[in-house]
C-alpha cells in the first residue's frame, strides 16, 4: 500500500438506494464510447465535495480492484463528470455453492455543500458484470405528465433494450414475469414506476427467485436495475413431472382451509367479525406430488394447535363490571402473580379510549412496580388491569442479572406446560372452553443451560374459528415456573350462540383453488451436515446461539428442488372467502367483490369509452349485468366518489378526526353503512362540499354549474373563482350561470367545453361526461404543478 499525506481512503456502504431519472438512450451511448474517452473521465479532475484520489491496493484477492471498477462503471452508467466517487466498498456475498465478490460504489454531485444527485453501482469484482444500479437527482423542477407518455408495454421495450446492452449472456436465460409489479386499476396520476423482473429459465422452467428486475419510469427513463443471480446453483434436469392437471389433483387433495374469524379493518361503522376460509399456499413434489409445506392450523412460535380446547365447559364466570380502583387494581395483580418481595408501586395511570372496532369505551389501570435491593434497583415489573371488570390484562416481571441458584435445575417442557396451562385457566375461566394450547416443538427447548424462559401461546376458537385479532402469551420461568410474562389481548365482539351454517370445506377449497395459479418452478432447499450427519435447521440454530459450534463446524449444501405450487392470481384488493356465503369480500372493507371483476359491454365504440372504463376499474360507477349505462345521468354519490378517487389517486379515502366521529353520519340522508358514505365524508373534511341545511341527496341529479364548481374546489382555485369579476367570459349563456369564475376556469383549462358558445348551467350531466370531466380534470392537474420559485 502506497503512502503519502492525502486524506486517507474513506470506505463506505451506501445502505438507501436513491433514484434518478437518467434517459435510457443515454445507457446505451455510454456503452459503445472509447474505453479510453472512459479511462479518461475516470481519471477527470476533483470536483466539490471530497473526491477518493488514493490509490491503495485491492485488500483481497479479486480480478478488478477499485480503480478499474469505478472506470467500468462510468462505461456502463452515464455518469456526468460533475459526480464524483465518494466511496467505495468491497463485499463477500455466499451463493449456494460459493461466494461472490462485488464492488459497491457510490457516486455525488454536490453544489456548495448541498447534496443534489447519488448514483450508486455495484460490479462482479471478479467478472465485472453490473449487479445493480440505481441513482437519485434533486429535480424539483420536474413534473408528472398525464396521461402517461410511456406505458407498461414500452416500458419493457426499453428494459429489454437496456438488458441486451448490459446484459446480453443472460437475455436469452430469462422469461418475462406478466404478474410482478402490475397496476391492474389504470393510472390516475403521471407519477408511476414501471416495476418489470424477468425470470430466471432453467431447462424452460421459471426459477423465480433469480431475476433481472428494472424500474422504468412514465417518461421512459432507467431508474433502477438489479441483477440477482447465482451461477453456483445445480438444477437437476427431471425427465418426467406430473402434468398441471395432476398437480391440481394432488393441491386439492392437499388443501385443508382454516376457518377464521376476521374484522375487515376500514369497515364503515362499527366493526364486526366475519366468519371466512382462509387457505395459504401449498407447494407439492412436481415428480410426487408429496407435500411440501402446507399451514396446518395457525402456527405459533413453531407449534401445532391442541386438537381440545384447554376444558369442556368453562371453568367459571366472567367478571361483572363495576368501577375498578387503583388499590383494587393492585390488588387483583398481587392475588394473580407473585411480585417480588421488594417491589414497590412506583408509578400508576388511569386511561379511557372509545374501541373503534367495537364501538364501546375501554377502561384500564397501568400499574408500575420497582424492585430494590439494599438500596439499589434490580428489576420492574408492571401490569395493566381492566378498569371495569378488574380482570388483569397483562403482567410482566423483570429482575436485572439474574444468576441461576447453584444446583438449580430447570423445569422440563411438560412441568411449563401446566405452570402456563393453570395460570390461563386461573385468569380466563370463563373462556376455557374455546382456548386452545399450542403447543411448542420439543426441538426449542432442548437446551435449558441459559437462564431462559418457557413461551407458550394460545389460539382463542368460537364454534372452531380461530379469532385472528385474539392474543394470549404465557412466559414460565424455566426454573421457579413463576409467571414472569402474560398477555391477553381479547376483544369484546359479541359472537353468535350458535354456530352459524357454512359452506363444506369442499366448495372452500373449489373457490380458493379459482382464486391462486398453479405454477411449476425450482426452489432451494438447504441441508446442514455435523459431524458426518444431517441436522435439522432448528437445532443448528440452537447449538450455533448457544455457542456449541461455529459456522465451519458445519457443511451446509443447497440443492434445487421441483416443486408445484399455488401463486396468487392477479387482483387489485385483498380479499377473503366469507365461509357463510362463499362470496369473496374485500379485506379492507368487508364489501363484496369478485375474482373477476366486471366488464360493461355498452360502451364499446362510445364516444367516453376510454374515461368510462377508467371509472368502472375503479368501482367509481357501477356494471349491473354487464351495463354502465353512459348516456344516464350520474348521481350526486357517484359524481363525489369521481372526485374523491381523483384526488386520493384511487386509494381508499379513510376519514380522520376522533374514532367516535368516523364512525357518526355528518349527512342526515347518508348512513354509515352507506356506499358513498367514506367518500361524502372524506368531501366534507377536504372543504369540497358543505353540510348545509344536512342533507346530500346521494341520488339526486348533478348540473353542470355545480360540476364546474366542485371540480375548481378540487383544483384549490376555488375562493379565486370566486372574484368573478377576474373572469372575463363571453358565454351567450353567462347570465344564467351562477359560478361565473368556476365556468371560466374549467372551460379555460378545457376540463369542460362550451355548446355553440352556451356553457349550459342548469343542463344535467350523463355518466360519460362526468367520466370525461375528470379524466381532463387528472390531465389539468398534472399540468398545473409549479416547480419552486428560484431566487
Known amino acids: 500500500m502506497r503512502k503519502n499525506n492525502r486524506q486517507k481512503l474513506a470506505v463506505i456502504l451506501s445502505t438507501v438506494m436513491l433514484m434518478s431519472v437518467l434517459p435510457a438512450s443515454a445507457f446505451a451511448e455510454s456503452v459503445n464510447k472509447p474505453a479510453a474517452a472512459d479511462a479518461a473521465r475516470a481519471a477527470g479532475t476533483a470536483a466539490e465535495g471530497g473526491k477518493m484520489e488514493e490509490a491503495f491496493d485491492t485488500p483481497a484477492n479479486v480480478a478488478i480492484n477499485k480503480e478499474k471498477a469505478e472506470a467500468m462503471a462510468r462505461k456502463y452508467v452515464v455518469i456526468p463528470k460533475e459526480y464524483i466517487l465518494q466511496g467505495a466498498n468491497l463485499s463477500m456475498e455466499l451463493l449456494a455453492s460459493g461466494k461472490r465478490n462485488a464492488w459497491g460504489l457510490d457516486f455525488v454531485k454536490k453544489v456548495n455543500g448541498k447534496h443534489l444527485g447519488s448514483i450508486y453501482v455495484r460490479i462482479h469484482a471478479d467478472s465485472g458484470q453490473l449487479l445493480e444500479f440505481s441513482s437519485y437527482t434533486d429535480n424539483p423542477s420536474a413534473k408528472p405528465t398525464y396521461p402517461l407518455k410511456v406505458e407498461r408495454e414500452a416500458a419493457q421495450q426499453i428494459a429489454l433494450q437496456f438488458i441486451q446492452t448490459i446484459a446480453a449472456d443472460y437475455k436469452e436465460q430469462i422469461q418475462y414475469n406478466p404478474d410482478y409489479g402490475v397496476q391492474l386499476q389504470p393510472p390516475l396520476s403521471g407519477e408511476v414506476v414501471h416495476s418489470l423482473?424477468?425470470?430466471?429459465?432453467?431447462?424452460?422452467?421459471?426459477?423465480?427467485?433469480?431475476?433481472?428486475?428494472?424500474?422504468?419510469?412514465?417518461?421512459?427513463?432507467?431508474?433502477?436495475?438489479?441483477?440477482?443471480?447465482?451461477?453456483?446453483?445445480?438444477?437437476?434436469?427431471?425427465?418426467?413431472?406430473?402434468?398441471?392437471?395432476?398437480?391440481?389433483?394432488?393441491?386439492?387433495?392437499?388443501?385443508?382451509?382454516?376457518?377464521?374469524?376476521?374484522?375487515?379493518?376500514?369497515?364503515?361503522?362499527?366493526?364486526?367479525p366475519v366468519l371466512s376460509y382462509m387457505l395459504q399456499p401449498i407447494s407439492i413434489d412436481a415428480v410426487t406430488g408429496k407435500i411440501k409445506e402446507q399451514s396446518d392450523g395457525i402456527d405459533y412460535r413453531a407449534g401445532k394447535v391442541s386438537d381440545e380446547p384447554l376444558s369442556e365447559k368453562p371453568l367459571g364466570e366472567k367478571p361483572k363490571e363495576s368501577t375498578v380502583t387503583e388499590q383494587q387494581a393492585e390488588s387483583a395483580v398481587k392475588a394473580a402473580f407473585k411480585l417480588p418481595a421488594d417491589a414497590v408501586l412506583s408509578g400508576s395511570n388511569y386511561s379511557e379510549s372509545y374501541n373503534d372496532n367495537t364501538g364501546t369505551t375501554d377502561t384500564y389501570w397501568s400499574l408500575n412496580w420497582t424492585v430494590k435491593k439494599e438500596g439499589k434497583e434490580i428489576g420492574s415489573a408492571s401490569a395493566s388491569v381492566d378498569g371495569r371488570t378488574g380482570a388483569v390484562r397483562n403482567f410482566y416481571v423483570y429482575t436485572y442479572n439474574e444468576q441461576a441458584q447453584p444446583g438449580s435445575t430447570a423445569l422440563t417442557l411438560e412441568q411449563a406446560t401446566a405452570a402456563a396451562t393453570a395460570a390461563v385457566k386461573k385468569h380466563l375461566p370463563w373462556l376455557t372452553h374455546e382456548l386452545y394450547l399450542v403447543k411448542p416443538d420439543p426441538k426449542q427447548y432442548e437446551d435449558m443451560s441459559g437462564n431462559r424462559q418457557y413461551y407458550f401461546s394460545f389460539v382463542h376458537k368460537v364454534h372452531g374459528a380461530a379469532v385472528e385479532y385474539d392474543n394470549i402469551n404465557v412466559g414460565v420461568h424455566a426454573r421457579?415456573?413463576?409467571?414472569?410474562?402474560?398477555?391477553?389481548?381479547?376483544?369484546?365482539?359479541?359472537?353468535?350462540?350458535?354456530?352459524?351454517?357454512?359452506?363444506?370445506?369442499?366448495?372452500?377449497?373449489?373457490?380458493?383453488?379459482?382464486?391462486?395459479?398453479?405454477?411449476?418452478?425450482?426452489?432451494?432447499?438447504?441441508?446442514?451436515?455435523?459431524?458426518?450427519?444431517?441436522?435439522?435447521?432448528?437445532?443448528?440454530?440452537?447449538?450455533?446461539?448457544?455457542?456449541?459450534?461455529?459456522?465451519?463446524?458445519?457443511?451446509?449444501?443447497?440443492?434445487?428442488?421441483?416443486?408445484?405450487?399455488?401463486?396468487?392470481?392477479?387482483?387489485?384488493?385483498?380479499?377473503?372467502?366469507?365461509?357463510?356465503?362463499?362470496?369473496?369480500?374485500?379485506?379492507?372493507?368487508?364489501?363484496?367483490?369478485?375474482?373477476?371483476?366486471?366488464?360493461?359491454?355498452?360502451?364499446?365504440?362510445?364516444?367516453?369509452?376510454?374515461?368510462?372504463?377508467?371509472?368502472?376499474?375503479?368501482?367509481?360507477?357501477?356494471?349491473?349485468?354487464?351495463?354502465?349505462?353512459?348516456?344516464?345521468?350520474?348521481?350526486?354519490?357517484?359524481?363525489?366518489?369521481?372526485?374523491?378517487?381523483?384526488?386520493?389517486?384511487?386509494?381508499?379515502?379513510?376519514?380522520?378526526?376522533?374514532?367516535?366521529?368516523?364512525?357518526?353520519?355528518?349527512?342526515?340522508?347518508?348512513?354509515?353503512d352507506s356506499r358513498y358514505f367514506v367518500y361524502i365524508e372524506s368531501a366534507l373534511q377536504q372543504n369540497l362540499i358543505d353540510v348545509g341545511d344536512g342533507s346530500f341527496n346521494p341520488s339526486g341529479n348533478v348540473s353542470r354549474d355545480e360540476m364546474a364548481e366542485l371540480i375548481v374546489r378540487a383544483l384549490g382555485y376555488n375562493a379565486l373563482a370566486n372574484y368573478d369579476h377576474i373572469f372575463k367570459t363571453t358565454y351567450k349563456d353567462s347570465v344564467q350561470i351562477e359560478h361565473k369564475g368556476q365556468a371560466a376556469i374549467v372551460v379555460g383549462l378545457k376540463i369542460m367545453s362550451l355548446s355553440d358558445g352556451k356553457f349550459l348551467p342548469k343542463k344535467q350531466v350523463t355518466r360519460g361526461e362526468a367520466s370525461v370531466a375528470f379524466f381532463r380534470y387528472l390531465q389539468a392537474r398534472a399540468e398545473l404543478q409549479e416547480a419552486p420559485l428560484r431566487m
Not at 201 to 207: A, D, G, W
Not at 214 to 237: A, C, N
Not at 498 to 519: D, S
Open 480 to 672: 421457579t415456573g413463576d409467571i414472569v410474562n402474560y398477555d391477553a389481548y381479547l376483544s369484546n365482539f359479541t359472537y353468535p350462540a350458535k354456530a352459524p351454517v357454512l359452506i363444506k370445506k369442499e366448495q372452500a377449497v373449489e373457490n380458493w383453488l379459482a382464486f391462486y395459479r398453479t405454477q411449476l418452478t425450482y426452489r432451494l432447499v438447504q441441508q446442514f451436515v455435523w459431524n458426518g450427519q444431517p441436522i435439522p435447521i432448528e437445532k443448528y440454530k440452537t447449538l450455533l446461539a448457544a455457542g456449541e459450534l461455529k459456522g465451519d463446524d458445519v457443511v451446509t449444501t443447497t440443492d434445487a428442488e421441483l416443486v408445484y405450487r399455488l401463486v396468487p392470481k392477479l387482483m387489485d384488493e385483498s380479499v377473503f372467502l366469507d365461509a357463510e356465503t362463499g362470496g369473496w369480500r374485500n379485506r379492507e372493507t368487508g364489501e363484496a367483490t369478485q375474482l373477476e371483476k366486471p366488464k360493461a359491454n355498452d360502451i364499446e365504440g362510445h364516444w367516453a369509452q376510454r374515461q368510462l372504463e377508467l371509472m368502472v376499474a375503479y368501482k367509481a360507477l357501477d356494471v349491473i349485468d354487464g351495463k354502465v349505462r353512459p348516456n344516464e345521468l350520474v348521481t350526486r354519490g357517484e359524481l363525489i366518489k369521481m372526485l374523491v378517487l381523483a384526488r386520493s389517486s384511487g386509494r381508499n379515502p379513510g376519514v380522520y378526526g376522533t374514532a367516535e366521529s368516523a364512525a357518526k353520519a355528518s349527512f342526515n340522508d347518508v348512513a354509515t
Open 197 to 272: 423482473r424477468y425470470d430466471r429459465l432453467v431447462h424452460n422452467i421459471p426459477y423465480v427467485d433469480n431475476y433481472i428486475e428494472l424500474e422504468v419510469d412514465s417518461e421512459g427513463h432507467i431508474r433502477r436495475y438489479s441483477m440477482q443471480w447465482d451461477d453456483t446453483i445445480t438444477f437437476p434436469k427431471v425427465d418426467a413431472v406430473l402434468t398441471t392437471e395432476e398437480a391440481n389433483v394432488k393441491l386439492r387433495a392437499a388443501a385443508s382451509p382454516d376457518l377464521t374469524y376476521t374484522v375487515p379493518y376500514s369497515m364503515q361503522g362499527v366493526k364486526k
